[in-house]
């Protein structure tokens, strides 16, 4: 089955980058998702690359995705306090990108440190 | 409206009873989204909606959890004879068509005492 790892926690300063890990078991993931959760609030989707790609960037977001070693990562450059939050990295379930619902895993928060 | 809703924001009940979870989608948005979220951990899938018809309902752990869309627009995520287990946080979610991720609603947090 599908299974979604991610290291829980990430402290860093605030200014610097915050690089996000997260690794995958489906090599047959047509799209990637990182998600953002903050307190009491929905998740919101920051950006998703799709599998034939390694990299996508969109501004201070960059996501790297090696498909050989099922490792996808999520740098955001200069580092706010509002950034801080639980980041989701999500695959999805079956060939039909999105549609078939996704597998999260269980999230790394982000501690920004003044 | 401007984004998905769900109500009620919260919800107790006691063990056995019945509840209904009640998800508003962003208008025109086709794919519908149930997804069950513990305490630390990530949400987890429970049944996809493609207009009026339950696509993938794979996720739904047992019997007790039924989701309906009669219009396919609301839908609504049924759970009868609750346990202590299913106490989470439902969210729903939805998308034009399924692809490129959807909108989360913010979730009803369910807790059954």
């Known amino acids: 089955g599908e299974d979604v790892e991610q290291s829980l926690f990430l402290s860093v300063r605030e200014g610097d980058s915050s690089v996000i890990n997260c690794t995958y078991t489906?090599?047959?993931?047509?799209?990637l998702y990182w998600y953002k959760q903050e307190p009491g609030a929905g998740l919101q989707l920051l950006t998703y690359?799709?599998?034939?790609?390694d990299m996508k960037q969109d501004q201070r977001l960059t996501v790297l995705l090696n498909k050989k070693d099922k490792h996808l990562s999520l740098r955001i450059a200069d580092t706010q306090t509002g950034d801080s939050a639980i980041y989701f990295c999500?695959?999805?379930?079956?060939?039909?990108?999105?549609?078939?619902?996704?597998?999260f895993g269980k999230g790394t928060h982000l501690i920004i440190q003044p | 409206g401007a984004g998905v809703s769900q109500t009620p924001s919260n919800k107790v009940t006691e063990k056995g009873k019945y509840v209904e979870l009640r998800c508003d989608p962003i208008?025109?948005?086709?794919?519908l989204y149930w997804y069950r979220q513990s305490l630390g951990q990530g949400p987890e899938f429970l049944i996809y909606?493609?207009?009026?018809?339950?696509?993938?309902d794979s996720g739904l752990p047992n019997d007790r959890f039924f989701a309906v869309r009669p219009e396919g627009s609301v839908s609504t995520l049924k759970i009868q004879r609750t346990e202590r287990g299913d106490s989470a946080v439902y969210l729903c979610?939805?998308?034009?068509?399924?692809?490129?991720?959807?909108?989360f609603g913010s979730g009803t947090r369910l807790t059954v005492v």
């Open positions: 489906d090599s047959s993931s047509t799209y």
């Open positions: 690359i799709f599998s034939n790609m």
């Open positions: 979610a939805s998308s034009i068509d399924g692809n490129y991720g959807y909108t």
């Open positions: 999500a695959e999805s379930l079956g060939a039909g990108g999105g549609a078939d619902g996704l597998t």
């Open positions: 909606f493609q207009g009026t018809g339950a696509a993938d």
């Open positions: 208008s025109g948005h086709t794919a």
